[in-house]
Nanobody
Framework: QVQLVESGGGLVQAGGSLRLSCAAS????????MGWFRQAPGKEREFVAA????????YYADSVKGRFTISRDNAKKTVTLQMNSLKPEDTAVYYC????????????????????WGQGTQVTVSS
């Protein structure tokens, strides 16, 4: 099993910044992907960003490109999402997830193709 614990959510004014972290523990995999998704009230869970652990390759939703940065700490098995220039439409519960293989079927952009999830952390951006 894998456990994921997110931290760092909160309330911020538009234009501000927040930093989310996700610590992973339990089983390890050789070529996995860690991703961030978010879900606003009444909306489906949507892809935000992902990182391929072996290579460090990063992937972003168009809506966050240039504002959010995903990074990893191999030693701590932690992934971080630095969110800058936040907008009210970024308000959502943010979830960390693991896709156990980069080569798994489906796509790293789809929530259904991830295998383990954290409990989520609330991010609220006021206007």
């Amino acid at each position: 099993q894998v456990q994921l614990v997110e931290s760092g959510g909160g309330l911020v004014q538009a234009g501000g910044s927040l930093r989310l972290s996700c610590a992973a523990s339990g089983r390890t995999f050789s070529d996995y992907v860690m991703g961030w998704f978010r879900q606003a009230p009444g909306k489906e869970r949507e892809f935000v960003a992902a990182i391929r652990w072996s290579s460090g390759s990063t992937y972003y939703a168009d809506s966050v490109k240039g504002r959010f940065t995903i990074s990893r700490d191999n030693a701590k098995k932690t992934v971080t999402l630095q969110m800058n220039s936040l907008k009210p439409e970024d308000t959502a519960v943010y979830y960390c997830a693991i896709r156990i293989s980069y080569y798994s079927s489906g796509s790293l952009y789809y929530a259904n193709d991830y295998d383990y999830w954290g409990q989520g952390t609330q991010v609220t951006v006021s206007s």
